[in-house]
């Protein structure tokens, strides 16, 4: 291996141990899915599924595969003769596109979560009059939003939208948004349409494994979740669905929309479910949540606006624009304390998508390391500490400007004694709470 890359992976493995991993989409996985994701397994070609395949050498990792299924229906309390699963997806957006090849046909209706209120890129995006991705290109899509005021879904609009719109997919989840999804209104709603209905737990995957956030699957036609966040597994997606609609998704995945499976991954996603269906996941679960609530009150103890006034789930958004400040210096500077987290896009955000006002903090990979509602308040206080140091800042709109003010933003803040010195006390806690990365 080429010496300066094998540092590099040093050097993150250094980073990751030393700073606090506060993006809400990111964990540490196990040591046994990192084992079993390389491992072997990932030299095996196996197109199809278990025990209809179009290679041979196929006993082993059909044995696999279906193990991971089993684990999948298991750890979500499912019925095998009503749930069905794919294990084969490579990560959350290419399952998504996979599940519109199933059930749309190009030009069809989708309404989903607005993206500055939460949503996700992969349920359709079009920013400036411009179609972004290409779900958004393919499909007809409408948004609908959180309250203005609250920042909370108001089912009742939902419904006049899907009313007006006639989807035929309605599709709930997000990356931002802090409050639980009602399943029960969402399906409500998409069975009156006419509508299928899709519930993106990507975020909420382990939560509702653990049995500390609501599961969606008795309202959903289809459910999509990624299995690298608050369920620890490796970067992967499983997609379920009602078994009348499982040949259709098993069609869409191979040979829509992929080739081959990652036996490795799917192998990790087996250790991961077979470890979310434990006591001491339960517990992680419920830590996760308590965490995030701690850590939101005593934000707003600081003075910081926390958008929908709190959470129910593993991650926190503050809207930054009464401190003065923005995400992206905010998130630049706790960077540099050693608080990895994640400028973002808030409702009716009067910044733009790269330079927004809000910041997202989330709790799963701390709460890995064993930290509780004590350090949260530590945490909570350093990040205001920060934002007190950064002060009152803007983006210039001038695009010469606003790139010399930037650079020098930058330079200035990696020499701040002060976020230094916080760094340092990052340091020595995060020693205190070591993560197994054997
Ligand atoms: C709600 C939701 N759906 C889909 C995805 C896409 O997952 P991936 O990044 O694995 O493509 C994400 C990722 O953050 C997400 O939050």
Redesign the pocket.
Known sequence: MNQNLKSLIAQEEKRQAETLMMIP?ENYTYPEVRAAVGSVLMHKYAEGQPNKRYYQGMGIVDRIEQYCEDQALKAFKLNPKKWGVNVQA???????LAIYNALLEPGDRILSMYLSDG?????GWEYGGKKITSSAKTYKVSFYHVDPKTGVLNYAEIEKEAKKFRPKLLIS????YPREIKHFEMGRIAKEVGAYYLA????EAGLIAGGVNKSPFAYSDVV???T??TLRGP???LIFARSKLMPLIDASIFPGFQGGPHLHSIAGIAIALEKSQTAGFEKYAKQVIKNAKTLSAELQKYGFKVISGGTDKHLVLVDLRNKRTTGWHVAWALEVAGIVTNRNTIPNDTGSPYYPSGLRLGTPAITVRGMKEREMKQIAKWVSDVVERVGTQKVPEDDEQRRKTLKKFKADIVKDKFLLEIRSEVKKLCKKFPIDLS
């Open positions: 989409s490579y990560s959350g957006t290419p399952a998504n949503g996700h890129l992969s349920h989840g997000g990356t931002a993106d737990v990507s975020h999509m979740m990624t690298h966040k970067r992967a997606a």
